[in-house]
């Protein structure tokens, strides 16, 4: 018996030996990853091999969940049931997700986050320009209603836990912004792991070569990773900045140059047809609906002239007030998502429109 299993162990042993020698005389050194800076590499992979932890995963544990429910749930606002078994109820009666959010890149460098590059970029891709920020990437985020919403939500349930959590984010958003019922576990893992299937790649980070070198390098040798994730990380944000604006603008007389201004016009059109119209035209989410005719114009002209809270100036920087669960509301827009420079071109295409021009 004994005997025999020498015996194995030393064929065993020879083997690793053939091994050994077969490998010794390849002609590079084993690497120690397989992974490679590919353009479709996922920032996240290189980012954990790097030696980060990886965040924002998945809950594997949850039954019923998919991508393809999270995505239902986004641009539905239902899905199949956890058991497959029939509809969920609408996560809400107003909106979907994508009243307010892209689920595209909405700004062409990811470092950059200007409201004149976004308005640009959805020109140029044809997006909706929204209050609320795009769910491409936003795996690849840290912290969640940044800043102002801080405050703005200052003491309302659920709104600390979504600085850093993304699954409070979701949630709080679910029945704070959508105005809708509280989702289920499975349906927040689902949600989120749609988010996955928009997270970040390497081409999108538009590295520069040597950069790609150096993270390269890292990843072979293991040496300077810290450096290689600033590297990465400089070329992206890890949270959506949102500052209000401090001073409410206020209607006054526009001078001729002002409404004879053609970039203004043109910038004030495409703020009132990819922002306002998304949500206003057709009364798909709202019940005050606006469309191309001048008495729209005329309407929104008139609001602003009295200077109340339905003036374009107040109602972008504040929205309207939301009863929880009530009804459908307004959000506002951050400076990051809307300029006053743009507001005021809103304005002047506004009132172009109204006088008929
Ligand atoms: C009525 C508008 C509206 C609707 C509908 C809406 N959201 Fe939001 N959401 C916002 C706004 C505004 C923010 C503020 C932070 C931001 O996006 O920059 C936000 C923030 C978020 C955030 C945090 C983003 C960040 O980077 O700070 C998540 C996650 C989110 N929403 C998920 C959802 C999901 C999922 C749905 C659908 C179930 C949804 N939202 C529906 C307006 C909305
Ligand atoms: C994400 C969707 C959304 C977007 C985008 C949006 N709104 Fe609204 N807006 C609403 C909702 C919802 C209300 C609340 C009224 C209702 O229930 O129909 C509202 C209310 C208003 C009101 C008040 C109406 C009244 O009753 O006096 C005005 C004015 C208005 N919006 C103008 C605008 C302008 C101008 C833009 C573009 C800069 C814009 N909205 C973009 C959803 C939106």
Redesign the pocket.
């Known amino acids: 018996m004994k005997q025999s299993i020498k015996k194995i162990s030393l064929v065993a042993l020879m083997s690793i030996g053939v091994g050994l020698v077969s490998f010794t005389t390849l002609p590079t050194a084993i690497p120690t990853t397989t992974l490679d800076l590919g353009d479709d590499t996922p920032v996240w992979d290189v980012l954990s091999q790097l030696g980060k932890i990886k965040m924002n995963q998945v809950d594997p544990n949850v039954a019923g969940v998919s991508a393809q429910r999270g995505a239902d749930?986004?641009f539905r606002g239902y899905s199949a049931e956890q058991d497959g078994e029939g509809k969920t109820k609408l996560?809400s009666p107003h909106?979907k997700?994508t009243?307010?959010?892209n689920t595209k890149q909405e700004v062409r460098d990811l470092a950059d986050i200007n409201a004149q590059d976004r308005l640009e970029y959805a020109i140029e891709q044809d997006l909706p320009f929204l209050?609320?920020?795009t769910f491409h990437g936003?795996v690849n985020?840290a912290t969640?209603?940044?800043d102002d919403?801080q405050k703005k939500y200052n003491g309302v349930e659920g709104i600390r836990n979504s600085f850093n959590d993304?699954r409070a984010?979701?949630r709080f958003?679910?029945t704070e912004?959508?105005q809708g019922r509280a989702l289920e576990d499975w349906e927040v893992e689902s949600?989120l792991a749609y988010f996955w299937t928009k997270e970040l790649l390497v081409k999108d980070l538009k590295l520069k070569e040597d950069e790609k070198q150096k993270i390269n390098q890292s990843l072979k040798d293991e040496k300077n990773v810290a450096r290689a994730i600033h590297l990465m990380e400089d070329h992206y944000l890890r949270s959506?900045p949102?500052h209000f604006s401090e001073q409410d603008m206020e209607y006054k007389p526009l001078t001729e140059g002002q409404l004879n201004d053609k970039k203004s016009l043109e910038n004030g059109k495409q703020i009132y047809e990819r922002g306002c119209l998304h949500c206003h035209g057709e009364q798909k989410y709202s019940f005050f609906n606006l469309d191309d005719s001048e008495l729209s114009f005329k309407q929104l002209l008139k609001k602003t002239k009295k200077n109340d809270r339905s003036s374009i100036y107040k109602i972008t920087r504040h929205g309207t007030y939301s009863y929880a669960g009530k009804k459908a509301y307004m959000?506002q827009y951050p400076l990051e998502k809307m300029s006053d420079a743009q507001l005021q071109d809103l304005r002047v295409y506004i009132e172009n429109k109204a006088l008929g021009n």
């Open positions: 749930l986004i996560q909106f997700c009243a307010c959010h209050q609320g920020s936003i985020r969640f209603y940044n919403y993304i984010a979701i958003c679910a912004c959508a949600i959506s949102a959000p």
